[in-house]
């Protein structure tokens, strides 16, 4: 039942709703190839296994009845979220987004400490020495990055920065299947953590 579930692969989810002593070959396909989907819509194992229980009653019953089932499936279901390409692309989609949002957040706390006055200078000057440091530092990564590649690009990715978008190019880069480039220190995956 597990080999196609394993192999990470997207399928239609059909719900199955018949006994678990009374599924066909063809039924354990389909529950089978539900479990991804599931998995797709949750982001989470446990989640998506829940999902999984409650759509396929066979699930529901083997879980039931054999105690070992249901964690030895959040483990593989996690296996399957961390391996599988939409599995990866979720998480640096959220993570980029948390990291603009991270960002813009900063940004309006340091405005409102900006409008404060002298009472909080001192917030004002910690948040901007903050900021201020980590564009620095990601300037200097950007920098040692590029650096083979001439100033035009490093130019081009300081600009990324600057703008607060790295972490979304990044994302895109990775998500997109993009390789170590040719003179570069780190490859995407390494850059964007």
Not at 149 to 176: C, F, H, N, Q, W
Request: glycine share 6%.
């Amino acid at each position: 039942m597990l080999a196609v579930a394993l192999e990470g692969s997207v399928h239609r989810n059909r719900p199955v709703g018949t006994k678990l002593v009374c599924v066909v070959e063809q039924e354990a396909v389909q529950i089978r190839k539900n479990l991804v989907p599931s998995l797709m819509t949750e982001q989470l194992a446990e989640a998506g296994l829940d999902q999984w229980r409650v759509q396929n009653r066979a699930v529901k019953e083997l879980m039931e009845k054999q105690l070992w089932f249901e964690p030895m499936m959040v483990v593989l279901s996690r296996a399957i979220i961390k391996t599988a390409a939409w599995g990866l692309m979720g998480r640096v989609i959220v993570g980029a987004a948390l990291s603009v949002t991270d960002l813009l957040t900063d940004l309006f706390v340091l405005w409102q400490y900006w409008e404060g006055g002298e009472k909080t200078l001192k917030y004002r000057n910690a948040s901007l020495a903050s900021l201020t440091t980590s564009i620095v530092l990601q300037l200097i990564l950007v920098a040692l990055q590029n650096r083979k590649k001439g100033a035009r690009r490093i130019l081009k990715e300081m600009t990324v920065v600057v703008t607060g978008l790295k972490a979304p190019v990044d994302a895109y880069r990775v998500a997109s299947g993009a390789e170590k480039e040719k003179d570069s220190q780190f490859d995407p995956m390494s850059e964007i953590a």
